[in-house]
């Protein structure tokens, strides 16, 4: 290379040095205003979106490509601070620099407060989901179509998703005049999609520690996360017990949704959800803790204007069992109001009542369940622990397949629908059982009757016991006058009878309350040789599953059935099975029963604690008494049980005898007497099936 050459080359590179060395003395003198005109921008668009006011105290940088903003804050119009932090740390893009205008590459926040607040009708948050969010509003409206409210929540929530984040002592809270909650993160990361995070909340005293890890996709709303429990009390839900006297808690959930849709008003959300170690507690549901070891669902749940509804699509698994779950409750308004949306109200002028008009609305439920064929085994072992003590161990060969539909208006109650049926394959059988031999009955047993989970008597159920009658020892008369008050189809159905068990959900939910139970022979055996007198959905679901096996299996014949609970039901103060009965209130045996006797013995079955509100002081069935006389024995005399002359002769009325006498008898009436009525005392028809 000649010295020309290579001067000219040493010229130009020193030409080029210059240029960018220019550059940098330039981006170091006017990146400062960059910064600020950035910063200007940011708040700008801030303020333009939310009604409040956004303050970044200082920025400035700390190297070539590093600038620390401190002192930010935002506050509604007229409301409280609803976010400060002490500094952020952000990495920027020099080439945005020279764009003149500076992105964000990553943030690092320190010990931020996210701090939201109502009191009253007041609040410093609910602008953020407002379509429009000019000023925020003196009131918080509560829309009925809490699926747009959910969709603007989710994508408020998602679009504000930073791409890279790193937030230490993030702290975040809610305050009103009945509710606190304090999440507490140590840390909280987001990176190339990727969550993670440690945190305690405590909501009102309930304090839960947990650790979160996930992934996020703002621009799809896709989000997938995992609980953690990270001390031996596992999360626990907030508030349940509280509103239900109740506890949920699990070790670990994962949680995810992954798919969204809003159209013509109505948010449709997909994802699936898994909870391991998962306990429930509640006194409706069993007595002791439940506990599944391994749940899921894959969701799909629509709600829109009045309709709220898990979609058909949606699969529940509990262990090894899975079912396609469908429910749905709609509430729109009735075409015709009824009475009970009428309201009186005080004009303020004339001070006259005017009649305003409420919107009356219609309640719908319908519920859908339904399984494909399970093995008998996965069935069984799937049956939550501490759910159903009778079945836990049982093995079984074969499958079992379960349908339920439900559907009830709550404007027509008494047109509610109720089918279900569980089968089971031709090849279905018991090879043993677990915890409890349901067999046991067919021969002699040792029974023991439980008051408040206490027992109160233990005796056998055989010829052993000299209080036992053999069925054919026992009146006809007692037996059919039983089987016509309590349960007319015994000897027909399978354990269950679903007319009879459809009304009781109808008196059930027009009283809002556990009022009849529409229970068959079968049950109540099941529910006294079984099973506690708890009224609690466990045991109510134990005893529908035993009778299915009972009576599908033909483990014990009809007749033995209904012999053991002739000789264990309740007849009064420690009186069990007929021949006490019969011994107690009538000094006999039970093959001589009278019809009135019969029917009498019948009447108090529901009831055998109250037996005394039958009779006066003198011992003497109380009037209201024939109205239940006339109707069983009318009943039996279209059966044919008994006679037209055996009806005609009927007097509805029986002579005490034995303990019974001594214990209801207090007075004597006076020669040519009659003790007057008490007038609360009404005929009380007791539920009657298949008539």
């Known amino acids: 290379m000649n010295p020309r050459t290579k001067k000219r080359l040493l ?42 006011d956004f ?13 620390v903003l401190s002192d930010l804050y935002f506050v509604p119009d007229n409301r409280d601070t ?164 109740g506890t949920v808690a699990f070790d670990t959930l994962h949680l995810s949704l992954t798919d969204k849709q809003f159209r013509r008003e109505r948010l449709t959300i997909k994802g699936r959800a898994r909870a391991k170690n998962l306990v429930l507690h509640h006194a409706k549901i069993a007595d002791e803790d439940v506990l599944v070891k391994d749940s899921a669902v894959d969701y799909a749940l629509t709600i829109g204007p009045n309709y709220y509804s898990v979609d058909e699509e949606t699969v529940v698994r509990i262990n090894k069992a899975v079912a396609n779950l469908h429910a749905v409750y709609q509430n729109p308004p009735s075409e015709a109001p009824s009475q009970k949306a009428k309201t009186t109200k005080k004009t303020a002028a004339a001070g006259k009542d005017e009649e305003s008009r409420e919107p009356d609305v219609t309640r719908i439920y319908d519920l859908k369940v339904q399984t494909k064929a399970i093995p008998a085994n996965d069935f069984f072992e799937s049956l939550p622990a501490g759910l159903f003590e009778n079945l836990e161990g049982i093995r079984a060969e074969g499958t079992l397949q379960y349908k339920l539909n439900f559907h009830v208006n709550m ?43 206490k027992p109160v008597r233990t005796f056998m159920v055989g010829p052993s016991n000299p209080f036992y009658s053999p069925i054919s020892q026992i009146s006809p008369l007692l037996r059919d006058a039983i089987l016509t008050a309590e349960d007319a189809g015994f000897y027909r159905h399978n354990g269950f009878h679903e007319e009879a068990f459809r009304q009781a959900i109808a008196a059930n939910l027009k009283k809002n309350d556990f009022v009849r139970g529409g229970s068959t022979i079968s049950m109540q055996l099941v529910k006294n040789v079984f099973l506690t007198r708890k009224k609690t959905v466990a045991r109510k679901v134990e005893e529908a599953i035993i009778v299915w096996l009972i009576e599908n299996q033909d483990l014990v014949s009809k007749n033995r059935m209904f ?90 009325n029986v002579q005490l005898y034995g303990r019974a006498r001594d214990l209801i008898v207090t007075e004597k009436l006076p020669e040519g007497e009659e003790e007057e009525e008490e007038p609360e005392y009404e005929l009380k028809p007791i539920d009657m099936l298949g008539f």
Not at 426 to 450: M, R, S
Not at 586 to 613: D, H, M, N
């Open 11 to 52: 010229w130009g590179a020193g030409g080029v040095l210059a240029f960018f060395l220019l550059l940098i003395a330039l981006l170091i003198i006017f990146r400062a205003r960059v910064l600020d005109y950035t910063i200007e921008q940011i708040v700008e668009k801030v303020e333009n979106r939310y009604p409040g």
């Open 55 to 67: 303050n970044v105290g200082k920025a400035e940088f700390v190297d070539l490509n590093s600038v």
């Open 82 to 245: 609803l976010f400060t932090t002490d500094s952020v740390y952000a990495a920027i893009s020099v080439r945005s620099i020279f764009k003149g205008r500076i992105v964000f590459k990553r943030l690092d926040v320190a010990n931020a407060y996210l701090t939201a607040r109502k009191n009253g009708d007041q609040d410093n948050f609910s602008f953020l989901f407002r379509k429009n969010a000019q000023t925020p509003s003196d009131t918080t409206r509560t829309s009925r179509n809490y699926g747009e409210l959910l969709n603007r929540l989710i994508e408020t929530a998602f679009d504000n998703v930073p791409d890279q984040v790193d937030f230490r002592n993030l702290n975040v809270s809610f305050k009103s005049r009945t509710r606190t909650i304090d999440m507490k993160m140590p840390y909280l990361t987001i990176e190339d999609g990727e969550i993670d995070s440690r945190m305690s909340v405590l909501t009102d005293s309930l304090l839960n520690n947990m650790r979160v890890h996930g992934t996020i996709d703002p621009r799809k709303y896709r989000i997938a996360g995992s609980l953690y429990a990270t001390d031996k009390q596992g999360i626990r839900l907030p508030y349940i017990e509280e509103k239900f006297n």
């Open 411 to 453: 404007d027509s109650i008494d047109r509610v629908k109720f089918d279900s049926d569980l089968d089971a394959s031709k090849d279905f059988k018991i090879v043993e059982y677990g915890n409890t031999n349901l067999e046991k009955i067919k021969g002699q047993f040792e029974h023991t009757v439980y008051e408040y989970g």
């Open 563 to 652: 012999e053991v609970y002739l000789n264990i039901i309740e007849w009064g103060p420690n009186v069990y099975g007929a021949k006490d009965a019969s011994r107690f209130y009538f000094g006999k045996q039970p093959s001589e029963l009278t019809l009135a006797e019969a029917i009498f013995l019948t009447s108090i079955i529901p009831s055998p604690k109250k037996y005394r509100s039958s009779f006066d002081s003198y011992g003497n069935l109380r009037s209201w008494k024939g109205g239940y006389f006339r109707l069983i024995a009318g009943i039996m005399l279209r059966r044919g049980k008994i006679t037209q002359e055996e009806y005609d002769n009927l007097t509805p």
